[in-house]
T-cell receptor, first 113, second 113 residues
Framework: EDQVTQSPEALRLQEGESSSLNCSYTVSGLRGLFWYRQDPGKGPEFLFTLYSAGEEKEKERLKATLTKKESFLHITAPKPEDSATYLCAVQGALAGTASKLTFGTGTRLQVTL | DSGVTQTPKHLITATGQRVTLRCSPRSGDLSVYWYQQSLDQGLQFLIQYYNGEERAKGNILERFSAQQFPDLHSELNLSSLELGDSALYFC????????????FGEGSWLTVV
């Protein structure tokens, strides 16, 4: 069974203080590792998909990296508007067009002035 | 705006009742997914449909059922509702299945009283 563990559960940063969020996973045949951002009461907002170890993707102050066992979401010089819950999910190998995401419980990030 | 539309946004109903949640996927997306998010469980995969046919199933209760119609919209039916069914229900869609980015709607907030 696919499993995703995210750490830390919560993180409080000052504006400009860079940090990293961790996502450890076990999956049978990784088809993709996904990062989402979720604001309270809203749907998850897609950030990145990583497909193979060594891959990196960047978007504004965020950079996602992937190894065979974990992924990191690096946040450089965060701003208060980056405050949200960041979710990691894996998509394992299923037959044909079958697909599902297994999510971690997320990291709640708060960025203060 | 992800392009995935869910209705209703909020719903309050009594125990034992039945409700139907509706989802319109992004234009061109053939796969529809349903997820449940409660405070203590995180995002849990319920079921996936691809072009009208069930493709993958998660821990969906027997009291719950779903279908995808020829126009690709989907409905999630929840019956004999219990207090513990109170949660945010998300619909998501993707072009096909494995490996494709999955986009989430804003959710339907169900409260069972």
């Amino acid at each position: 069974e696919d499993q995703v563990t995210q750490s830390p559960e919560a993180l409080r940063l000052q504006e400009g203080e860079s940090s990293s969020l961790n996502c450890s996973y076990t999956v049978s045949g990784l088809r993709g590792l996904f990062w989402y951002r979720q604001d309270p009461g809203k749907g998850p907002e897609f950030l990145f998909t990583l497909y193979s170890a060594g891959e990196e993707k960047e978007k504004e102050r965020l950079k996602a990296t992937l190894t065979k066992k974990e992924s990191f979401l690096h946040i450089t010089a965060p701003k208060p508007e980056d405050s949200a819950t960041y979710l990691c999910a894996v998509q394992g190998a299923l037959a044909g067009t079958a697909s599902k995401l297994t999510f971690g419980t997320g990291t709640r990030l708060q960025v203060t002035l | 705006d992800s392009g995935v539309t869910q209705t209703p946004k909020h719903l309050i109903t009594a125990t034992g009742q039945r409700v139907t949640l509706r989802c319109s996927p992004r234009s061109g997306d053939l796969s529809v997914y349903w997820y449940q998010q409660s405070l203590d469980q995180g995002l849990q995969f319920l079921i996936q449909y691809y072009n009208g046919e069930e493709r993958a199933k998660g821990n969906i209760l027997e009291r719950f059922s779903a279908q995808q119609f020829p126009d690709l919209h989907s409905e999630l039916n929840l019956s004999s509702l219990e207090l513990g069914d109170s949660a945010l229900y998300f619909c998501a869609s993707s072009v096909q299945g494995s490996g494709n980015t999955i986009y989430f709607g804003e959710g339907s907030w169900l409260t069972v009283v």
